[in-house]
């Protein structure tokens, strides 16, 4: 059948009366033919976007990967994709598979260099086979020929310029590849090749955090040393000499060293998170206690909107502490000129899951606009130089992270700014969720 549009129009004669009609038959084959290019080109689009999605929110390397050769299958029409990664060794490891010989052809392992995945390695570049079962490279001949596979395309994921899999797809008969297909075939494979990439660094960080835990004890040992040095020049120096004065500027860059060092460590800690069950507003209570007398003495009122009932949570309290407190201090750096400290929880359910949330609130100036993408990177921060390192809030992050829950900030309507956490509440932890006690200030 071929598309057609009729347009009409009547022939009239002398007189005006129609005598007859003209009828134009419109061949629209190339309009759909267009419109059906059209949309494969918005659902590569849409395959792609959601690619790149994938590879730039989450470190999960398999779900990337499926993610590829399933987009592969659609997008080109292809009867197998399998995506192999290389080992250490160099071998290639099937690490996703999917179409429907998947369960048929059970490659799972290629010795390094061996079959065409090996060629492409070897190469860097793309490689194409018109017929597979009349390749040398091609090492399951018999196999094609009573699937029927017809045509190869493989392609390189690289690396830091090195190759670190391939992306091999095969499809039922023998198919010429057009110059669209290949770079949507690239582009998928330059995507899971950033994800594994992703992966392996991410595999790192623990050595990156051992390295900096050591740097920061190396940095503290001369530090020590020249803060005592610093401090026997006040006591041999009378106040108000020049000596005197440098050695209370150096001293106070000294501690400031310390403190940098000492989150540091923190920062570079892996230690797993505890589960113990505990009242996260006992925490925070605990942790408001300390600070009393510095805060009245900085003119902040501290106001409490506690649930009356609060779980016991499954974590690390003394870690919870840790980011609690670092959001009290923040308020509190936060309103120099005195003001109003809230602290607030309650249980929220979003999505069908519970958790249960602790918002901290100041009166102080609120966070800028520019700032509040960046608040929770390492050594950013809006203090002054003697007043915070920028590591407490990156910190807490991770912190929060580890135990499945969120933290974020937004500024307040009325002024100032807000620092909520939440974090998950378990059925068997609700259960056994413990009265909080009325302390109202």
């Known amino acids: 059948l071929v598309p057609v549009r009729l347009t009409s129009s009547p022939v009239r004669d002398a007189s005006g009366k129609v005598v007859a009609r003209t009828v134009i038959f419109h061949d629209l084959t190339g309009q759909k033919l267009a419109e059906r290019e059209r949309e494969a080109y ?62 048929i052809v059970g490659v799972e392992r290629l010795p390094k260099g061996e079959g065409v995945a090996g060629l492409v390695t070897s190469r860097g570049e793309p490689v194409y086979l018109r017929e597979v079962a009349e390749s040398p490279q091609f090492m399951r001949k018999e196999e094609a020929r009573r699937l029927g596979i017809g045509s190869y395309l493989g392609l390189p994921l690289k690396a830091r310029g ?13 198919r010429e590849f057009t110059e669209a297909e290949i770079e949507v075939a690239a582009a998928l494979a330059s995507g899971a090749a950033t994800a594994v990439a992703n992966a392996q660094t991410h595999a790192h960080l623990p050595s990156i955090g051992t390295l900096t835990a ?14 005592l040095h610093a401090q026997r020049l006040m006591w041999e120096n009378a106040e108000g000499t020049s000596p005197h004065q440098s050695a209370t500027v150096i001293l106070r860059n000294v501690e400031r060293i310390s403190r940098i060092c000492e989150d540091l460590r923190r920062f570079s800690r892996e230690e797993a998170a505890k589960r113990e069950p505990f009242s996260p507003d006992d925490a925070l209570r605990q942790c408001l206690r300390p600070l009393e007398s510095e805060l009245r ?18 974590g690390d309290k003394g870690q919870i502490q840790q980011v609690f407190f670092n959001l009290l201090r923040n308020a509190m750096d936060a309103m120099p000129q005195g003001g109003t400290l809230t602290v607030a929880s ?27 993408p960046r608040i929770f990177d390492p050594f950013f921060t809006t203090k002054p130089e003697d007043k915070g390192t920028g590591l407490g809030l990156s910190v807490s992050y ?32 609700h259960e056994q969720a413990a009265p909080a006690r009325s302390d109202r200030g």
């Not at 499926?66 to 490891?93: H, K, M, T, W, Y």
């Not at 050591?214 to 803060?227: D, K, S, V």
């Open 42 to 103: 918005i659902g590569r689009l849409k395959a792609l976007n959601g690619l790149m999605a994938q590879v730039t929110s989450s470190l999960e390397e398999e779900e990337v990967l499926a993610f590829v050769a399933r987009a592969a299958s659609e997008l080109l029409g292809l009867s197998l994709v399998i995506l192999f990664v290389a080992d250490e060794g160099g071998d290639l490891v099937a690490r996703a598979r999917i179409g429907e010989w998947a369960e």
């Open 162 to 174: 090195e190759v670190i899999g391939v992306l091999s797809c095969l499809t039922e008969g023998v």
């Open 214 to 227: 050591g740097a920061a004890h190396e940095i503290l040992n001369p530090a020590n040393i020249i803060g």
């Open 297 to 314: 003495l900085a003119g902040v009122e501290v106001r409490y909107r506690l649930a009356k009932e609060a779980p016991a949570l499954l």
């Open 346 to 372: 309650r249980e929220v359910t979003k999505e069908g899951a519970r958790w249960w949330e602790t918002r901290v609130s100041d009166t102080g100036t609120g966070i800028p606009p520019e700032a509040m």
């Open 398 to 429: 991770g912190i929060v992270e580890s135990h499945g829950g969120e933290i974020w900030a937004e500024n307040n309507p009325d002024g100032g700014a807000a620092f909520i956490v939440r974090l998950p509440i378990k059925e068997e932890e």
